[in-house]
């Protein structure tokens, strides 16, 4: 099992760094018109890490029961656009459609042995998250602020059916729906704002397919259920 670095430190290390922002001596400000209009838009470039969290069946710890896990995470791009509704002083309601591509691999062991090499299961996704920024105050020209909401997401790349060509014997259900909480630093530059954010994305449904591959119904038969979990660093350009 390969082992997570829990999720609450590294906010409360983001959290620790922005508060620092404070100990710093007043400058010049750039002008920020754009960010104290009603109403802004732009874009956001990102990347991503897909992850699922995976409860086995109990059935894994018989002797010729499989037992699965993620083998690595790899990297995924994020595309948004950004609408940013400003309704308070220090509140922001954020509406951010895009699309995202990554993939998630998962091996299975039998008895501590490999026992398939691994499973790439690929996902692109159009997203509609609708998020609520709460900002500190600003410093300078640095802002840092958290973020949370829901997220729902279609998986375009999920298919209906198994495909014989492929050794892929899950498949994965198209809808879901996140529920997101992150942190960030909003720069304000001469011309325009950049924000640097992470934010963790979990999924609340069970996205595993309930029908099993023919000939190979062990590798569904080993999984009680599978959840998305998805980590993101965003550069949003407003």
Do not use: C
């Not at 969290?53 to 790899?74: A, C, F, M, R």
């Amino acid at each position: 099992m390969k082992k997570r670095i829990p999720d609450i430190l590294l906010f409360i290390f983001l959290l620790f760094i922005s508060s620092g922002l404070y100990g710093q001596k007043q400058k010049p400000k750039n002008e920020s018109w754009y960010d104290e209009k009603l109403l802004h838009f732009g874009f956001s470039l990102g990347f991503n890490a897909m992850d699922f969290n995976i409860t086995p069946s109990q059935e894994y710890l018989e002797l010729d029961s499989l037992y699965p896990e993620v083998s690595k995470l790899n990297p995924g791009i994020n595309i948004q656009i950004v609408t940013d509704l400003r309704p308070a002083k220090y509140f922001d309601l954020r509406f951010l459609p895009g699309v995202s591509f990554g993939q998630r691999n998962i091996r299975f062991y039998k008895d501590t042995v490999l026992f398939n090499q691994r499973q790439r299961l690929e996902s692109s996704f159009l997203e509609f998250p609708l998020l609520i920024k709460y900002k500190g105050m600003r410093l300078n020209n640095v802002r840092p602020y958290l973020v949370g909401g829901i997220n729902f997401r279609y998986d375009l790349a999920a298919k209906r059916e198994f495909d014989d060509e492929k050794p892929v014997y899950l498949r994965l259900k198209k809808p879901d729906l996140y529920y997101e909480i992150g942190s960030g630093l909003d720069f304000y530059l001469k011309y325009f704002k950049l924000s640097v954010e992470i934010k963790m994305s979990n999924g609340i449904r069970n996205i595993l397919a309930n029908d099993a591959a023919a000939g190979h119904p062990e590798f569904r038969n080993a999984i009680e259920k599978m959840k998305s979990q998805i980590w993101i660093i965003a550069f949003h350009f407003e």
